[in-house]
Structure formats: C-alpha cells, structure tokens
C-alpha cells in the first residue's frame, strides 16, 4: 500500500522567506508524486508532479520539488514566498492505474 | 483541452432530504472518474471511483451513493443526508495512465 506523511499541518514564513514543505512517501514500487495547492472554496490546482524522469521537478508558481529515494521525501521548495502563495498544499503519491492517496495537508501562512 | 465542470457551488440542504451533485469532463474519452470530499479542517477522503459506465467502486461505507450513466459524467446522490454529510465535495478526472488528477471547482453542502 502507497501512503504519504506531510510533517506539519501549519507552516508559517514570512513574505520573501524560504518556503519549505515537506512530505514522506512510502510506495513499494516506484511512485509517481504530485503536489497541489488548494486555495478557499476552491479544488485542487496541480502544482508539479514526478513520473520517474528527472529527479528535480519544477512547477507553476515559482515551486519546485526534489525526488530523494534514500530519504523517500519529496518536499516541496520555494525561493522566496509571497502573499499569494497562502494556501493548503497536498503532496500525493500514485503508482500507474492505481488511485491517487493523499496526504493530510500542509497550510502555509506568509506574513508580510 | 479538457474541462471538468461541477455544480452546484454551494448547497444547503436539511436533514433527510435527497442529494444530487453533478460533475461532467470535456475534451477526453474514457476518463476515471473520482467523488472526494473534505470535511472541514480534514484532508480528503476518497467516495467513490469509476473506471467505465456503469463500474463504480466505493471506498467507504456510508449513506451516498454514485452512478455513472454516460462516459463523461458521474453523480453522486443521497436518499436521505445526514448532518455527517457536510463537507466540501470534489470531482475529478484521470487518464488512464494515472499521472495526475485533474479537479473540479468543488460543492460547498451544509445539512442543516
């Protein structure tokens, strides 16, 4: 069974700071990975994904993320944060065919 | 392109009343089919999937119910709601090669 672990539900930066989140996959075959971003009352915006081609994977927005099979991690990264990045953020893992498992969700809060 | 459309937006409906929601993708042939819902502070819990007309897999037990009558649509349905029914509800697509799901705007249902 694929599962994924999102290590703090609130993450707070400051507006220009370092956006770090993170998240844990356990898979027993290669995954496929994906982040979205989730906004108020709205659905899901897919935000990068990883299907086994290159490691790092850049995104919409500014957001990138890093493939580390020795660490299962796959964090999501952002150079300087902005207001507009205030969100819930979702890292999910998949495999092929098989249904799309969630993690239980990151919210950041930028301050300005 | 491909677009999935859900409504309605929001809905308020009381205790034991029926549910109907709606959701319908454009632009692609032989979409999986998936009903989310998120409860209030909560990550996302998958409902039910569909790989075809009329092929609905249900993930937890519970007093909804969803149908597929056409390719592209799926809806989700109740006899009675409970207050426990609440929540925000996404529908969203896939191709079959599973790398990523594509999501609609969501339906705000409060049972009052």
């Known amino acids: 069974a694929q599962s994924v672990t999102q290590l703090g539900s609130h993450v707070s930066v400051s507006e220009g700071a370092l956006v770090l989140l993170r998240c844990n996959y356990s898979?027993?075959?290669?995954?496929?990975l994906f982040w979205y971003v989730q906004y108020p009352n709205q659905g899901l915006q897919l935000l990068l994904k990883y299907t086994s081609a290159a490691t790092l994977v850049k995104g919409i927005n500014g957001f990138e993320a890093e493939f580390k099979k020795s660490e299962t991690s796959f964090h999501l990264t952002k150079p300087s944060a902005h207001m507009s990045d205030a969100a819930e953020y979702f890292c999910a893992v998949s495999r092929g065919f098989q249904k799309l498992v969630f993690g239980t969700g990151t919210r950041l809060l930028v301050s300005p | 392109s491909q677009t999935i459309h859900q409504w309605p937006a929001t809905l308020v409906q009381p205790v034991g009343s029926p549910l109907s929601l709606e959701c319908t993708v454009e632009?692609?042939?032989?979409?999986?089919l998936y009903w989310y819902r998120q409860a209030a502070g909560r990550g996302l819990q998958l409902l039910f999937y569909s790989v075809g007309i009329g092929q609905i897999s249900s993930e937890v037990p519970q007093n909804l119910s969803a149908s597929r009558p056409q390719d592209r649509q799926f809806i989700l349905s109740s006899k009675k709601l409970l207050l426990s029914d609440s929540g925000f509800y996404l529908c969203?697509?896939?191709?079959?090669?599973?790398?990523?799901?594509?999501f609609g705007s969501g339906t705000r249902l409060t049972v009052v």
């Open positions: 969203a697509w896939s191709a079959r090669t599973g790398d990523g799901y594509t």
């Open positions: 898979s027993s075959v290669p995954p496929y």
């Open positions: 632009g692609t042939s032989n979409p999986n």
